[in-house]
């Protein structure tokens, strides 16, 4: 597990050098954070090792990166169970959804996948995030305000 801590990376860099010292040319590595991950591609890249990393994020990973392979889920496998969550929460598929996301593509495909399959009578699509939670309390009124002004009448999850 990947506590995105600075011991938790050395034990990822000690495991890669490791595996190649025995004749790997690839692991599958864990749920690794994107500071971790960082961290450890100049490692990857001087041993040439390939690792496979189901779902880590970050989709502008910084180069070189043609040794990391992720797995992500697709996003409509995504979108299907935060729909089936909305329905489990509000009792009905009905209900009035404030998406916020991630202010790129991963985040837009996320939201247009849930939209897509959204029963309900109205959703309010805030892409908001850049990567940075510095602007995220500014934000917030806004945010507020949207949901106000287009859950009238209706449940907001």
């Not at 989709?59 to 889920?73: H, I, M, T, Y």
């Not at 299907?80 to 996301?101: C, I, P």
């Not at 991963?106 to 939670?133: C, D, E, H, K, V």
């Amino acid at each position: 597990a990947d506590a995105d801590s600075d011991a938790a990376t050395a034990a990822i860099k000690s495991f890669a050098t490791n595996c190649s010292r025995m004749g790997a040319g690839a692991f599958i590595g864990g749920y690794m954070s994107d500071r971790s991950l960082v961290t450890l591609l100049p490692t990857l890249w001087t041993l040439g090792l390939t690792v496979l990393m189901p779902a880590s994020g970050l989709p502008s990973l910084p180069g070189p990166r043609a040794n990391v392979l992720r797995f992500w889920p697709s996003d409509e496998h995504q979108a299907k169970a935060l729909r089936q969550r909305v329905v489990n929460v509000t009792g009905t598929d009905e209900a009035t959804v404030v998406v916020l996301s991630r202010d790129d593509v991963t985040g837009a495909g996320l939201t247009n996948s849930f939209a897509s399959g959204l029963g309900g009578r109205m959703l309010i699509p805030i892409q908001w995030y850049n990567g940075s939670l510095a602007d995220a309390a500014a934000r917030l009124p806004a945010i507020a305000s949207a949901i106000r002004s287009h859950a009238s009448g209706n449940s907001a999850t």
